[in-house]
Structure formats: C-alpha cells, structure tokens
C-alpha cells in the first residue's frame, strides 16, 4: 500500500512538472530551456 502510494504520487509529480514544462513552452515558446528546467528540476527532487 505504501509503495503504490509513493509510486502513485511520484507519477503525478511527473505528469504536473509535464504539464507546466509543455504549457510554458505553448506561453513563452522556450522550447530549448524547458527540458533542461525539468532535467534540473527532477534531479533535485530526487
């Protein structure tokens, strides 16, 4: 129950961090920065 909770939860962060990388690349059109963002962004959160 615990680790389908933590994987639950790890993939909804993922999918959040997703959907705001893809909506600030459709509202600023920095495609290039986003993915490193979200690289840097994972790395620090794990």
């Known amino acids: 129950m615990v680790i389908r909770n933590s994987l639950l939860e790890g993939s909804s962060l993922i999918w959040v961090l997703f ?4 909506f600030s690349v459709s509202t600023t059109g920095l495609h ?3 993915p490193a963002f979200l690289h840097q962004y994972l790395t620090l959160s794990v």
């Open 19 to 22: 959907s705001l990388s893809s």
């Open 32 to 34: 290039p920065s986003s």
